[in-house]
């Protein structure tokens, strides 16, 4: 079975840890992996060159999530990290002093750049790095391309990484803009991966700056219109907040309310030129189910909150067998 993962950082990584989870346990290939392949396409609009690295926070996160590398209390980064070059970079005054790279992920982005220097396209940088670890999933950036996501507020445009870090997302942002996006092409794999897919699954990731990013390089919305495979989305939404992060900030930015019925909507039936054939609401969110399976959007309700390993393979799982659902009445 081959699975394709539209993903952003942590919240995609979760659901990527659950779901290879869950697939060793249904489809052990004997040696402690699983024969299903998974795939996942990830958003590259927060990546930024800073004190001259390239640095890609959602590869990243879901990179040292899989490895069991990642700091599970901070929420990001890697466990047993220390900040002593940043400290140094701080002493000499360049970058930013409210971005702290961690000594051991900075091993990390010096390879990226000494990849990309040599004229290595991301997606084979990426495919030399996770080789390192053993992750029983194919990381691919959406794009080779550099399409970082900037803010425009009444501030003045930044980067999406100073607007959320350094701003907390509390400027009222004006609309997002992601730099050369018309002429960015999808990376080499990822149009295969969706057309070649059984079920594609969109994590419960930033629907803006995450997916929407994703949606927003030319040819990935066709592919995903075209592609066989069932679409099933993962709300990131439970009872109208955003369980982790300030991805509310985002969705107010574009017009949608906070809730899994408004972000079903947004991303749309795919009968009707949207992205999804169906989709997974939390138990408290029940409500909204009906009327969006009768707008074409296959909806069921379980437990949504990925607080560890068990309960995000059990989010997987679901969204794996709502890939079975029959559509609801149109
Ligand atoms: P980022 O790139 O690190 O911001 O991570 P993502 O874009 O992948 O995901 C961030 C989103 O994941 C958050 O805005 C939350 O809405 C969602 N999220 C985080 N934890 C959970 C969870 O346990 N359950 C669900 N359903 N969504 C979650
Ligand atoms: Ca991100």
New binding site residues.
């Given amino acids: 079975m081959k699975i394709t993962v539209l ?8 659901f990527l840890r659950g779901l290879r989870h869950h697939l060793r346990e249904v489809l052990p290939d004997g040696s402690g992996g699983t024969t299903a392949e998974v795939t996942a396409v990830v ?1 590259t609009g ?1 990546d930024m060159w800073l004190n001259s690295l390239r640095i890609a ?2 590869l990243d ?1 879901i990179m040292y999530t899989l490895a069991g590398a990642n700091d599970e209390v901070r929420g990001w980064g890697r466990i047993g990290e220390t900040e002593r070059v940043s400290a140094e970079l701080n002493a000499y005054g360049i970058g930013w002093p409210w971005f702290t790279l961690g000594d051991l992920d900075l091993g990390t982005h010096i390879t990226r750049t000494h990849y990309l220097r040599t004229g290595v396209p991301l997606s084979e940088a990426t495919a030399r790095i996770t080789a390192r670890w053993d992750l029983g999933v194919t990381l691919l950036p959406v794009t080779d391309d550099e399409v970082e996501t900037q803010v425009v507020t009444d501030e003045g445009t930044m980067h999406f990484q100073e607007w959320w870090t350094r701003h907390r997302a509390a400027l009222a942002a004006r609309r997002f803009e992601q730099l050369n996006v018309g002429a960015a092409t999808p990376a080499p794999g990822v149009l295969e991966a969706i057309a070649h897919a059984d079920v594609i699954l969109v ?4 629907p803006v700056v ?1 997916i929407g990013t994703i949606l927003g390089i030319p040819g990935i919305r066709a592919s995903l219109l075209g592609t066989s495979a069932r679409i099933v989305g ?5 009872a109208g907040s ?4 300030m ?1 509310d900030a985002c969705l107010t930015a574009i017009g949608v309310q906070t809730s899994a019925e408004a972000v079903a909507l947004h991303y749309g039936a795919r009968d009707s030129g949207g992205l999804l054939d169906a989709w997974l609401v ?1 138990e408290t969110d029940a409500d909204s189910a009906a009327a969006l399976s009768a707008s074409g959007i296959a909806t069921r309700a379980v437990p ?4 560890d390993l068990d309960s995000s393979a059990q989010v997987a799982a679901d969204a794996l067998s709502a890939a079975s659902l029959p559509q609801g009445p149109r």
Avoid: E, K, T
């Fill in positions: 993903s952003g950082g942590v919240g995609g990584a979760r958003n927060d926070p959602d996160s994590a419960p990731s930033n995450s993962v709300s990131p939404i439970i955003v369980v982790r992060g991805a939390d949504l909150w990925m607080r």
